[in-house]
């Protein structure tokens, strides 16, 4: 077991109509003139966006907005929210929506509080001394950053998706109400229960440091999103089943579900990155087109772990040799994908590549983890070409 830091400064607000508090939060923390960043437009659409700033009206408290934030989110929307930021006055921002605009305003946030280009920071050159702050109304349970310490973007020249994690970043207050999320296309709904199972999974399938209350709460929380998700994909009202996907996505990124490990692999969004850069594709959906690759290429070296997964979150039968049992929990996890129609390859993802950007995408992927990483097996770029070739 490993020593730990354990920080979730967020104050969490939850449940239906939670909105409303928008303005006594902001007050709260300190906001005078506030920027609304959101997404595609799904906010105004769903008349979130008016509810929210009809209650600043109300409160009397000043702001402007920047709508734009694409999924995969873009670095020149972060410039374009960094001078509006600067030339307004901002002190403080309210991302309402998902995690590309949380990421999106967490980026400008970094811009404004820190002098010369954001992008360095994503880049690895330097480290942020500062970030504006900012709350969260979100409208989709999938990256947890609501609670996370971390901003994913992507540099449109290049493609280049890079994350950046620091404390200074994380939410002050994150409204979330269930009901917001009823309004998602089924597709999204089950990216983000994707995406949550991945996050506490990359924190499970380790060899280090591992924890049994840890474990215990990830299982937990692995076992009530995979059955929630199969109750959204029939019943996309159904609030209770909503509401433990959003509090779950919350807990399985803000550092709860990897207490006392060695971190984590986290290959899994690292290869998928590079296919979020490319391919635009659906952060959830690549994730799923990716794993079954990864497990299948992986899990000799991580046996112990591949079969207490099994066993405790995918209920296969206690039968057959070690490695019997591993590769049944991965075809178990699999055919969940199937059930709530996410891909189990690039092929069903929609990805047409060449074995020529397969090469691109080790390679870009090789860079942007220094040449190697992973817990439960340590790749290389050969290795990470290997499973991309593996998911075709
Ligand atoms: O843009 P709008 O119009 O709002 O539509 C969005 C978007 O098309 C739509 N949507 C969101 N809430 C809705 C809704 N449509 C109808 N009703 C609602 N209530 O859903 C689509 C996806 O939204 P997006 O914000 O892109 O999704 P998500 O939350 O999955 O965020 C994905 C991004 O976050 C990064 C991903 O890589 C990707 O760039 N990640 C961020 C992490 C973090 N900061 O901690 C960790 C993750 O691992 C991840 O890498
Ligand atoms: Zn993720």
């Not at 921002?93 to 954001?118: F, Q, R, T």
């Not at 404390?167 to 207050?173: A, G, S, V």
């Not at 189990?344 to 942007?368: F, I, P, Q, S, Y």
Request: glycine share 12%; proline share 3%; hydrophobic share 40%.
């Amino acid at each position: 077991m490993f020593g730990f830091k354990y920080y979730t400064p967020t104050k969490v607000v939850f449940g239906k109509e939670t909105e409303i508090k928008v303005a006594e939060l902001i007050h709260e923390f300190g906001g005078t003139k506030v920027l609304i960043h959101y997404g595609g437009g799904s906010v105004i659409r769903s008349g979130l966006l008016a509810r929210v700033t009809k209650c600043l009206d109300e409160a009397g408290i000043a702001y402007i907005t920047l709508g734009g934030a694409v999924p995969n989110p873009h670095l020149s929307l972060v410039y374009e929210g960094i001078e509006l930021c600067r030339k307004e006055g901002v002190d403080f921002l309210l991302a309402v929506g998902g995690g590309s605009a949380i990421d999106s305003a967490k980026a400008i946030g970094y811009g404004v509080a820190n002098e010369g280009d954001v992008w360095d920071f994503y880049d690895y050159k330097r480290q942020a001394k500062g970030c504006l702050p900012l709350g969260v109304i979100l409208t989709i349970a999938a990256t947890g950053s609501e609670m996370s310490d971390s901003s994913v973007i992507t540099k449109e020249e290049g493609l280049v998706k890079r994350g950046y994690s620091s404390d200074y970043c994380r939410p002050r207050f994150a409204i979330l109400n269930p009901e917001l999320t009823m309004t998602l296309p089924d597709y999204q709904t089950a990216c983000g229960c994707t995406d949550i199972m991945m996050h506490t999974m990359e924190r499970y399938f380790t060899n280090g440091g591992n924890m049994e209350i840890t474990d215990s709460m990830a299982e937990g929380l692995l076992r009530t999103v995979k059955e929630c998700a199969k109750v959204l994909a029939k019943d996309p009202n159904n609030y209770d089943a909503r509401a433990e996907v959003m509090w779950a996505g919350s807990l399985a990124h803000n550092g709860l579900t990897g207490c006392g490990n060695d971190g984590g692999d986290w290959m899994t969004h690292k290869l998928e990155h590079e296919l979020g850069g490319l391919y635009d594709v659906a952060h959830g959906a690549g994730l799923a087109a990716i794993w079954g690759s990864w497990a299948r290429y992986v899990y000799k070296n991580c046996l112990p772990r591949f079969k207490r997964f099994a066993l405790n979150v995918m209920g296969v039968a206690n039968e057959g040799s070690d490695e019997e049992i591993a590769l049944r929990g991965i075809e178990a996890m699999e055919d969940f994908y199937r059930e709530i129609k996410m891909p189990t390859n690039l092929r069903e993802l929609g990805v047409k590549a060449t074995d020529e950007d397969l090469v691109l995408m080790a390679h870009k992927c090789a860079v942007g983890v220094n040449g190697g990483m992973g817990s439960a097996r340590f790749l290389r770029e050969e290795d990470m070409l290997a499973i991309y070739r593996m998911s075709m």
